[in-house]
């Protein structure tokens, strides 16, 4: 967006001497972009693509092998998708708002987390250097080696968490199970935030550079208190940041395949069936792959959706601003 | 400035919660590592009442951790190098020319980071297969599979980022390179490059991780012969016993180089960021 501007604001007599004198080198920036261009055309387009047709056919375990003799389905992959009234329309609308929520939680978590840590460490002071490198560590750490740890914590006879609440504190006179039932959302939800939370950190610290500190210091003289310039400065500041910010973790947290895979292995407690997985599930599982492909269709439709949305509401307020 | 007690309390408090949450998983991956098999095995205990370093011996054998090893940095290595060659020819591009189609191929390579990982999984592997039938080009169960495969995935970050970098740098520099008769690719390698280095070195860091971590393709794409350790360290699981300090012991040693490089190089990552992604 803001490079386009500079683009157009650039375009002077610097630029068009520039473009002639290059005037025999036009087809170089199609050569250095062409790379890029056959490589997201072959491994995404083309098989996003390949995914929407096989969206209308009746892919199942007897065409695996001859798919392109598979008959074509219409809309039925849709209809029993859509249709509540059905086990799999009923399961997919199940794992529908399961993700929803999933995503709210996650995302508004990591928000406010990520937000503390970022002004608790704004302020210089002695060793905060150290608790930055902490705070990273989730995010660096491989995804299934942190995901991994959880598994074993949420183990219910070997497990650290049933220590602490059974053994330690005796919240609980049974064990519970945190893999099984319906307390597997709790579990995957604080699995994501620990692993979120630092992403958001990351790039609300990187926001907070950008603000000088001058602004804080002459609203400090005006008597102003650390909320309230929080909420007059940091908060407007960074609402650049969080455009992206919030827009990339809703697509993540809501395409989330990794978490519930590495948690929950095989056994998956239909309080933990988010989307992608309950798509991967009814593919791999059941070889049904003209369904799972109906339900990845809606599912990009939803975001598209939503992404629009949000950008557009966005332009309107920033219209109304400016 | 001078800080309040409120403010102080806070900051004590948010470091301190923010700190219990993060090291107690790292403390049970550490201490478990360091723990006979027979006491993962009876109730958890926080302190290890017998240490032993036989976890970090064992898993080596249990499965072939040395080959998924060998598996993941070769395909995360070459992914990087190719993602961020592609990445800075293509970022060049749309930061310096303006042809036809730029907007285009901007926004639909962004928005290829929103299409569900499962939508294009399995398309991906048919393809990959009927690439094979035709043309002998092995592609399911190999490293090039996956190299390609993985490439792509950190592409539009690392497109938009670079791209964001390159906006930053000054077209003076250009014009005077130009000037001394430097051709469009020594503006890319002896302006642009050298002074992107710290954008490079984060979405290097960021293609690299994302590689690392890819657990999704690889379930699908990968047999014994390509197998990374995201897929490898779940089969300790699928053995009679589970061994739970070998799986602590390996998720430890896959995890400390990469922590460790991006520790390291948290500077350019952060810095990256504010250069490329919040302007």
New interface residues.
């Given amino acids: 967006m803001s490079s386009q501007s500079i683009k157009g604001g650039n375009a002077t007599s610097a630029a068009r001497h520039r473009r002639s004198r290059r005037r025999g080198w036009w087809w170089f920036p199609y050569l250095i972009v062409l790379p890029a261009v056959i490589l997201e055309i072959a491994i995404h387009i083309i098989p996003m693509l390949t995914g929407i047709w096989m969206s209308f056919v009746k892919l199942t375990k007897f065409y695996i092998r001859r798919w392109n003799e598979a008959p074509f389905a219409g809309l039925s992959n849709y209809r029993l998708v859509l249709n509540v009234d059905t086990a799999q329309g009923q399961a997919f609308a199940h794992s529908f708002l399961i993700t929803c929520a999933y995503t709210v939680l996650v995302v508004s978590f990591s928000w406010i987390l990520g937000m503390a840590a970022a002004v608790a460490l704004q302020k210089t002071f002695r060793g905060r250097g150290i608790w930055r490198t902490l705070f990273l560590v989730p995010y660096a750490l491989p995804m299934y080696a942190g995901v991994i740890t959880w598994n074993f914590m949420f183990q219910r006879d070997t497990g650290a968490i049933n220590h602490l609440l059974v053994d330690q504190l005796h919240l609980y006179s049974d064990r519970p199970f945190w893999l099984l039932g319906s307390r597997a959302f709790v579990s995957v939800v604080v699995v994501a935030i620990w692993k979120m939370w630092p992403f958001a950190f990351l790039m609300l610290m990187a926001g907070l550079q950008s603000i000088p500190s001058d602004v804080y210091e002459a609203s400090a003289i005006d008597g102003a208190s650390p909320w309230r310039q929080w909420r007059s400065i940091t908060l407007p500041m960074l609402s650049p940041v969080n455009v992206v910010l919030f827009l990339v973790m809703f697509l993540w947290v809501f395409n989330d395949f990794n978490t519930p895979f590495v948690l929950f292995g095989r056994a998956t407690p239909p309080a933990g069936d988010l989307i992608s997985f309950h798509i991967y599930n009814a593919s791999f599982l059941n070889w049904d792959f003209g369904l799972g492909a109906a339900m990845s269709v809606l599912l990009l439709a939803f975001l598209l959706v939503v992404t629009l949305v949000y950008l557009v509401i966005l332009r309107n307020r920033r219209d109304l601003y400016a | 400035?001078r800080?309040?007690t409120?403010?102080r309390a806070?900051?004590i408090i948010?470091?301190v919660v923010?700190?219990v949450?993060?090291?107690?998983?790292?403390w049970?991956?550490v201490t478990?590592s360091l723990k006979p098999l027979q006491d993962?095995?009876?109730?958890?205990?926080?302190i290890p009442k017998r240490i032993t370093v036989e976890p970090f011996v064992s898993m080596w054998t249990t499965v072939p951790l040395a080959h998924y090893f060998v598996n993941s940095i070769i395909v995360c290595t070459v992914a990087t190098a190719l993602s961020v060659t592609?990445?800075l020819?293509?970022a060049?591009?749309?930061?310096?020319?303006?042809?036809h189609g730029?907007?285009v191929?901007t926004t639909?390579?962004l928005s290829?980071?929103?299409?569900?990982?499962?939508?294009?999984?399995?398309?991906?592997f048919?393809?990959f297969v009927n690439i094979h039938d035709a043309t002998g080009v092995a592609l399911v169960g190999t490293r090039l599979g996956l190299i390609?495969?993985y490439?792509?995935f950190s592409?539009p970050f690392s497109?938009w980022m670079l791209?964001?970098y390159f906006?930053g740098i000054p077209?003076d520099l250009?014009?005077a390179a130009?000037v001394d008769g430097c051709r469009?690719f020594g503006i890319l390698f002896r302006i642009l490059v050298p002074s992107a280095r710290p954008g490079i070195i984060a979405v290097a860091i960021y293609s690299f991780?994302t590689a690392?971590?890819e657990?999704?393709f690889a379930?699908?794409m990968t047999t014994d012969a390509n197998r990374t350790?995201?897929v490898g360290?779940?089969l300790y699981?699928t053995q009679v016993n589970v061994y739970?300090n070998q799986?602590?012991a390996a998720?430890?040693v896959?995890?400390v180089p990469?922590?460790l490089v991006?520790?390291a190089l948290?500077r350019n990552?952060?810095?990256g960021?504010?250069a490329g992604?919040?302007?």
């Fill in positions: 400035m800080e309040t409120g403010e806070f900051r948010v470091l923010l700190s949450f993060i090291l107690v998983p790292l049970v991956m478990s993962v095995q009876g109730t958890f205990s926080w592609v990445a020819f293509a060049f591009a749309v930061s310096r020319y303006r042809f730029r907007s191929f639909t390579v290829t980071q929103m299409f569900p990982g499962v939508l294009f999984l399995l398309p991906l048919i393809i390609i495969t490439l792509t592409l497109i791209a964001g906006d077209r250009d014009e130009m469009p991780m690392w971590g657990v999704l379930s699908v350790l995201a360290l779940q699981s739970w799986i602590m998720s430890l896959v995890s990469i922590v991006f520790l948290q990552f952060v810095s960021l504010t992604a919040i302007k």
